[in-house]
């Protein structure tokens, strides 16, 4: 079975990717990658190996233009072999692929996680095969599969953390008063209500990590800060390697993540390593978290880490099973390969 697989880009933070890719390998089918963006010696360096399987870019990096890329993108789909489409979290290709794909009758699979409509997402919607998503939260205007309802195309399959490269970890956090966000900055994620919290909890800080996603709503932030008196307490550090990261989850203890409408798989990384994430009833359900928040509110999050925070809610082997039975790599894409495998 050949698989065109097509994402964002493959290096940095998204380098994640390739893990997916080779999962799909694992489960005996043939991929070649397509993506706006490669750096094969980034991606190489954070994954600590060699990448062997071939990528098709589209240009990005070396600065092409959005219509040369569009243009090798049309090139590109029209003239591999493939068998099947899955395409990782970028449904706008959804719409330029359409004239290619509906004509050759290919079925096409979208990995997707996020609640807002856009109009590849809609087309895929009509003429795709499944919108696999991690959560119920994810693609609120689609019926899922428990739903009922006739020819349901939303699949919820949780998420996937490659195992191979999240063992557990020993948790090493020093300090059991120093808070961790990681995640995109941006307004879907609520930051502001861990910041508020801080004002319940003298003598905590938060390490913030994460692209700053939206200019103006990370300058809201930080006018927040200043306006509460907490920029010795509140850092901001922007983004981080991906071959960082589990140290960074094994020197905290606590992972704040109050994003309303999905769960970000840092807090299911975190847990390899011992860090329990703070999120709200919703998130901690769809993940299989046994304690969580009662109200998405600032004393709730205060409140929580003030119980928890020198002993967390469940031991690290405990953590690491949640995870492995419930959200790893090699289980989701056997949930997705029931599907696409036959073209359903």
């Not at 065109?4 to 933070?13: A, M, N, P, S, V």
């Not at 975190?270 to 304690?291: D, F, M, Q």
């Not at 002993?311 to 790599?329: A, C, F, Q």
Request: charged share 20%; glycine share 8%; with cysteine.
């Amino acid at each position: 079975m050949r698989l065109l697989f097509i994402t964002q880009k493959l290096h940095g933070q998204d380098a994640f990717g390739v893990l997916w890719i080779d999962e799909f390998r694992k489960q005996g089918y043939e991929v070649e990658a397509l993506c706006l963006e490669w750096r094969q010696h980034e991606s190489e360096a954070t994954l600590g190996r060699q990448i062997d399987f071939i990528v098709h870019s589209l240009g990005k990096e070396g600065q092409n233009s959005k219509l040369a890329q569009i243009f090798q993108f049309l090139r590109l789909i029209a003239s591999l072999k493939y068998d099947r489409v899955f395409i990782h979290m970028t449904p706008v290709w959804g719409v330029f692929g359409a004239p290619v794909w509906i004509a050759r009758g290919t079925p096409v699979y979208l990995w997707y996680t996020h609640y807002k409509m856009q109009l590849g997402l809609k087309m895929l919607g009509w003429y795709g095969k499944r919108l696999f998503c991690a959560t119920p939260q994810s693609l609120p205007q689609y019926p899922s599969a428990s739903s009922g309802q006739a020819a349901v195309k939303k699949v919820v399959v949780g998420h996937g953390i490659d195992l191979s490269y999240w063992p557990m970890r020993p948790n090493a956090a020093s300090d059991s008063k120093k808070l961790l966000i990681v995640h995109r900055l941006s307004r879907s994620k609520r930051v502001e209500l861990s910041v508020r919290a801080l004002q319940q909890l003298p003598g905590f800080s938060i390490d913030i990590y994460g692209i700053e996603a939206e200019g103006p709503y990370v300058s809201e932030l930080k006018v927040l800060v200043q306006s509460l008196a907490l920029e010795d307490r509140v850092h901001f550090h922007g983004t981080i390697s991906a071959k960082d990261v589990p140290a960074l989850y094994t020197r905290h203890k606590l992972i704040l993540n109050m994003a309303g409408e999905t769960i970000d798989k840092t807090m299911l990384e975190a847990l390899t390593c011992g860090c329990y994430p703070v999120t709200t009833k919703r998130n901690a359900e769809a993940i299989g978290l046994p304690y969580s928040l009662e109200t998405d509110t600032p004393a709730a999050i205060a409140d929580f880490v003030k119980t928890h925070h020198v002993g967390v809610p469940l031991k690290p082997d405990e953590m690491y099973t949640i995870v492995r039975k419930g959200h790893s790599l090699e289980a989701l894409v056997e949930k997705m390969d029931h599907y696409i495998r036959q073209g359903k």
